[in-house]
């Protein structure tokens, strides 16, 4: 392709050429990372008093308070690295698609991809999978309690990242639709990551003024979190055309990861000056309302979203550069592996629920064996059947 070609397709595209929109090995198997830490945390959720994934309404034994602090603050941070990093990488890989196919068949290959797994976890796999779950722990309801009459109404699971990634993914092409192309913009800088950083903590905090973190709603929206998903995706599509998913600068990698370690290595600390040592017993000041404590989260949470996707961003393209048959069999069949997670778990954890073990050994177990059980099922279900074309 010769240069002069090159910038005319660049231009029709948005600033989206061919060679941009190719696929990156290295996040590919970052998102396969993800999406097993996903189905270890759900498992380890599961045991949990604070609660976090829907086992946790029958479980049979759960952890001490100890246990579930360490668990937190080495689950929490990383959880906002985990769902940011997905929403950026997600935004990098959208305007691409959209110049390709127009905003009509990007619209309905996405609801195809994310809206039909969505449909399918709400209204069956996973209030069966709920139904199970009460009914091995003895208790008697039905299928429609679980689909509309629990706290968590109208529950799909973990599939509520496919439906938000949807209503950000079809808002955008809607905006593109009536703006026209997008305009390019440098590589951002440090100083811009910062106000950005700065802005979703104040925004987080009003936001939880009026819905709690936590909180639950009709189809598990996940409201609360919403000013960090929508921050993480525009800045992954403002930045599609920079280089940046191929590279991160090392003196921006290298910034994040300071400001995260820095966050990290001071949450122990914080925790004791507060005196949080119970967090299932004292988490509701940090969970919203006007309280200096819903503004340290909101504060933390900016942080590590901010600073920890762009810094895992990094590390994925410096350290995953490998491949090999497992590696590429799990990238492959990490969508598939995230969509049936919620089935699998339930269904390891009842089997396991007979064990006199506690909650400290139940947990990790359930997850190496759902992460090995889920990511096998999603290799054969990309690769030996029919859903591969849509997975």
């Not at 440090?190 to 009709?218: C, D, H, M, S």
């Amino acid at each position: 392709m010769t240069a002069a070609r090159q910038a005319h397709d660049d231009k029709a595209n948005g600033g989206v050429t061919d060679q941009r929109t190719r696929r990156v090995p290295a996040l590919d198997t970052l998102r396969a990372a993800l999406v097993a830490w996903i189905i270890g945390g759900h498992a380890l959720l599961g045991y949990s008093a604070v609660g976090g994934w829907a086992y946790d309404e029958v479980n049979e034994v759960t952890f001490t308070p100890v246990v579930e602090l360490v668990l937190i603050g080495i689950l929490g941070p990383s959880a906002l690295f985990v769902l940011g990093t997905f929403f950026m990488i997600a935004g990098l890989f959208t305007p691409g698609p959209l110049a390709r196919r127009g905003p009509a068949k990007f619209a309905g290959h996405r609801a195809v991809r994310l809206g039909l797994p969505f449909v399918l976890s709400l209204l069956v796999l996973w209030p069966l999978s709920v139904w199970l779950a009460y009914y091995a722990a003895g208790r008697s309801v039905t299928f429609g309690w679980v689909l509309v009459g629990r706290e968590r109404m109208l529950d799909s699971g973990a599939l509520w990242f496919a439906e938000v990634l949807l209503v950000f993914s079809l808002a955008y092409a809607s905006w593109r639709t009536m703006t026209g192309e997008q305009r390019s913009r440098g590589l951002i800088t440090g100083k811009q990551l910062v106000v950005v950083g700065i802005a979703l903590a104040l925004v987080t905090f009003v936001v939880r003024l009026w819905t709690q973190a936590r909180a639950t709603e009709v189809l598990d929206l996940h409201l609360w979190q919403w000013p960090q998903l929508a921050v993480m995706f525009w800045l992954g599509v403002t930045q599609s055309h920079t280089g940046l998913r191929e590279r991160v600068p090392t003196r921006l990698y290298h910034g994040c990861g300071v400001a995260v370690a820095g966050v990290i290595l001071a949450l122990p600390v914080l925790a004791a000056v507060v005196g949080v040592g119970d967090v299932a017993a004292q988490a509701d000041p940090f969970l919203g309302g006007w309280h200096w404590q819903a503004l340290l989260l909101a504060t933390v949470e900016a942080t590590l979203v901010v600073a920890g996707s762009m810094w895992l961003l990094g590390f994925a393209q410096r350290r995953f550069s490998g491949t090999g048959p497992v590696i590429t069999g799990a990238a492959r069949g990490s969508f598939a592996a995230f969509v049936i997670q919620g089935p699998v778990l339930i269904l390891l954890a009842v089997a396991m629920r007979p064990l006199p073990l506690p909650a400290e050994v139940k947990g990790p177990l359930l997850a190496v064996l759902a992460i090995v059980a889920c990511f096998g099922l999603g290799w054969l279900a990309v690769t030996r059947t029919p859903l591969g074309k849509l997975l």
